[in-house]
């Protein structure tokens, strides 16, 4: 049976690629690594056997003219798919991604559309310190005419990476090798998951816990744990942080009255401070206890395995943290 | 170097055309000097008088399928490319009839019916876009080429030296085409490099690079044609430094002269470059070559200047656009 068919994070992102490739002429991917297993795991494989060197391009290291080249195929007409092995990588990108990119639209009036997607890849830990690790979500948030995937799931991540190619507007696509070996059933044929459409994973009336990539399956994690103890939290998957899905949110929050934001970003003008703005914003009077931030404190990522270990949040500090509140 | 007053043999019809789109850029330029003045003009304008020749002898050279993508300094670009005057005129006055709806102003024109696929003031930052335009082409097969615009300012950039590598790798057809006018805003060129033949940094990457007389015309349109053909056959790219001056400073109508509070450039330099005025020195060519006579050049002047009167009034027509379309175009 197809629908039960398994399939890791990594290959259904490879799925959705080979299939929207072969969909589209006009999709291609270009980044540095594509054809290298070290930059991109196994996300990539088969693509350029298939499709060959004019729409699979390995890049010299030019973050900032590949990204740029991204941007103007996509105006001419392309839609593009530019990845980034490491998104700390990116900074150097930052002016093709939020100068041109994400005003282009706007700026000039609405005429011209772009389908770019920016794909940057979460490769932190062993001791890889600080300029391989980051994740710049909150960062690309931020800024108007972006929009930002971060699948949690298989599927998710098919589906996400089938919309971001689809969309007309510029997506920044962020996965997690942490994630790449997660395997579920993805279904075979092409889908969309819809930008801006959050998930409760796992329902409950007691705490709401809104988290998102990475930090879903630690929440996941931490609700396994607390249902033995007689707590019920609920899981909510963001899965689009831009623009987020405020309904879900709050209307998670309303049903429980009780909020622990967990976030892989930094902790001062992040994602978890944005969760919890609207939630105080629009569902104050639904809250029994104080909204809860968990994310990476105020700190570059450490060397030292021993740091790591502390510096990353895991499922016991969403266990403190629901315990804290209820 | 060949410059005006060689013989050529190009039909009357393109040269009266190249007279006439030179003629429309500085009259439709030195019509905002006045509206800047009173007050009716408020976002920034980064004049072209005096550079004409470069935007009109590049496009001439192009099919409105191909690509251009500008800076900060465009509004010759974007008429050369065939953009309307009348959408131009009204977006510098931010109106919703302009060709950005008064979302963008003068720092941002686009046409891409006619292949203007846009314009940034980011120093270099669309070098990489036309870089991905002329990729679009590569992988499409379709023959277009692109044609990046940028200033001397732009070769300080890291991104532009990137952008050639990768263009000399993929052999992408996209024409560099550096408006070296000797000053990067306020910073005379002598002070931004010690190599002043900016030509000479295409070569390293292996990219055929020329320097040419930026004011003249004909110079430019046989440079962008070999330019254009080259990269069309699929032996692209092609670096061309065209030295020229503006005429006015770095923004709006002061011309940045010595001794006034913008104190940068010498009177003396000026007056040497209004003798090198590229429409000054076509007319004399055509005059010489008895290609128009002055009566048919007086005509010209005067259909011109009518349709900068009308595209002004056009402009003044337009509507603001609504405040409550504020965030209408964030996204498509």
């Given at each position: 049976m197809s629908s039960h068919r398994k399939l890791s994070y990594s290959l259904a992102i490879n799925e959705a690629l080979h299939q929207m490739m072969a969909a589209?002429?006009?999709?291609?991917?270009?980044?540095?690594?594509?054809?290298?297993?070290?930059?991109?795991?196994?996300?990539?494989?088969?693509?350029?056997?298939?499709?060959?060197?004019?729409?699979?391009?390995?890049?010299?290291?030019?973050?900032?003219?590949?990204t740029g080249a991204a941007v103007g195929a996509a105006l001419a007409g392309m839609r593009t798919v530019v990845v980034h092995p490491r998104v700390d990588f990116m900074f150097y990108a930052f002016d093709p991604i939020i100068n041109e990119a994400a005003n282009w639209h706007y700026m000039n009036g609405g005429k011209l559309p772009v389908p770019v997607v920016f794909w940057g890849i979460i490769n932190r830990g062993g001791e890889q310190a600080a300029q391989h690790s980051q994740s710049l979500h909150g960062m690309f948030a931020h800024v108007p005419g972006l929009k930002v995937v971060m699948p949690a799931t298989p599927y998710d991540a098919k589906g996400l990476m089938i919309a971001a190619i689809r969309?007309?507007?510029?997506?920044?696509?962020?996965?997690?090798?942490?994630?790449?070996?997660?395997?579920?059933?993805?279904?075979?044929?092409?889908?969309?998951?819809?930008?801006?459409r959050g998930n409760v994973v796992r329902a409950g009336n007691d705490v709401t816990v809104v988290a998102s990539s990475f930090m879903v399956q630690e929440s996941i994690k931490a609700a396994e744990i607390l249902v033995k103890e007689g707590i019920n939290i609920e899981v909510v998957d963001l899965r689009t942080i831009k623009p987020l899905d405020e309904n879900l949110i709050l209307a998670s929050v309303q049903k429980t009255g009780r909020l622990v934001v967990v976030d892989g970003g930094w902790r001062t003008c992040g994602l978890a401070a944005e969760v919890s703005a609207l939630v105080?914003?629009?569902?104050?009077?639904?809250?029994?206890?104080?909204?809860?931030?968990?994310?990476?404190?105020?700190?570059?990522?450490p060397a030292s395995a021993i740091l790591e270990k502390s510096y990353y949040r895991t499922s016991a500090d969403i266990i403190r943290a629901v315990k804290g509140i209820i | 170097?060949?410059?005006?007053?060689?013989?050529?043999?190009?039909?009357?019809?393109?040269?009266?055309?190249?007279?006439?789109?030179?003629?429309?850029?500085?009259?439709?330029?030195?019509?905002?000097?006045?509206?800047?003045?009173?007050?009716?003009?408020?976002?920034?304008?980064?004049?072209?008088?005096?550079?004409?020749?470069?935007?009109v002898g590049v496009c001439a050279a192009l099919t409105e399928e191909d690509y251009v993508f500008g800076n900060h300094r465009s509004h010759g670009h974007y008429l050369a490319k065939g953009g309307s005057m009348q959408g131009m005129v009204a977006e510098i006055f931010c109106r919703e009839m302009g060709c950005s709806r008064g979302r963008g102003g003068s720092m941002h024109l686009i046409a891409p019916e006619v292949?203007?696929?846009?314009?940034?003031?980011?120093?270099?930052?669309?070098?990489?876009?036309?870089?991905?335009?002329?990729?679009?082409?590569?992988?499409?097969?379709?023959?277009?080429?692109?044609?990046?615009?940028?200033?001397?300012?732009?070769?300080?950039?890291?991104?532009?030296?990137e952008c050639m590598n990768f263009a000399a790798l993929k052999k992408l057809p996209i024409i560099f085409v550096c408006e070296n006018n000797y000053y990067a805003t306020h910073m005379p060129i002598?002070?931004?490099?010690?190599?002043?033949?900016?030509?000479?940094?295409?070569?390293?990457?292996?990219?055929?690079?020329?320097?040419?007389?930026?004011?003249?015309?004909?110079?430019?349109?046989?440079?962008?044609?070999?330019?254009?053909?080259?990269?069309?056959?699929?032996?692209g790219p092609v670096f061309l430094e065209c030295l020229t001056y503006r005429f006015r400073g770095h923004v709006g109508p002061d011309d940045n002269v010595q001794g006034s509070h913008t104190d940068i450039r010498p009177r003396e330099e000026i007056d040497l470059w209004r003798e090198k005025d590229p429409i000054k020195q076509f007319e004399n060519y055509l005059t010489v070559q008895r290609i128009m006579t002055q009566e048919e050049m007086n005509t010209a002047r005067e259909e011109v200047t009518r349709e900068?009167?009308?595209?002004?009034?056009f402009a003044r027509r337009s509507p603001s656009p609504r405040v409550e379309e504020l965030e209408r175009y964030v996204f498509a």
């Open positions: 589209d002429p006009s999709v291609f991917l270009i980044g540095q690594g594509v054809k290298s297993p070290w930059y991109v795991g196994d996300t990539a494989q088969g693509l350029l056997e298939r499709f060959g060197t004019d729409r699979v391009i390995d890049t010299p290291v030019s973050e900032n003219a590949m969309e007309p507007n510029p997506v920044v696509f962020i996965d997690d090798r942490w994630l790449y070996k997660l395997e579920e059933p993805v279904p075979e044929e092409i889908y969309e998951v819809e930008i801006g105080s914003e629009r569902a104050f009077g639904a809250l029994k206890a104080p909204v809860v931030r968990i994310t990476l404190p105020d700190c570059p990522a | 170097m060949r410059s005006l007053g060689g013989n050529v043999d190009y039909p009357k019809n393109l040269l009266v055309s190249f007279y006439r789109q030179m003629l429309r850029i500085r009259l439709c330029e030195e019509a905002f000097v006045e509206p800047i003045l009173a007050g009716e003009v408020h976002c920034p304008c980064h004049l072209y008088s005096g550079e004409e020749a470069v935007a292949g203007m696929l846009g314009a940034a003031p980011i120093v270099a930052g669309t070098i990489s876009l036309t870089l991905g335009a002329a990729l679009a082409s590569t992988i499409r097969k379709d023959g277009r080429v692109a044609v990046t615009f940028f200033g001397d300012g732009a070769t300080g950039e890291g991104v532009l030296y002598r002070e931004c490099r010690v190599e002043r033949e900016i030509h000479e940094i295409a070569r390293p990457f292996g990219i055929e690079s020329r320097q040419i007389d930026g004011n003249d015309v004909l110079q430019v349109y046989d440079a962008g044609l070999q330019a254009v053909e080259k990269c069309r056959s699929g032996n900068v009167t009308d595209a002004h009034g």
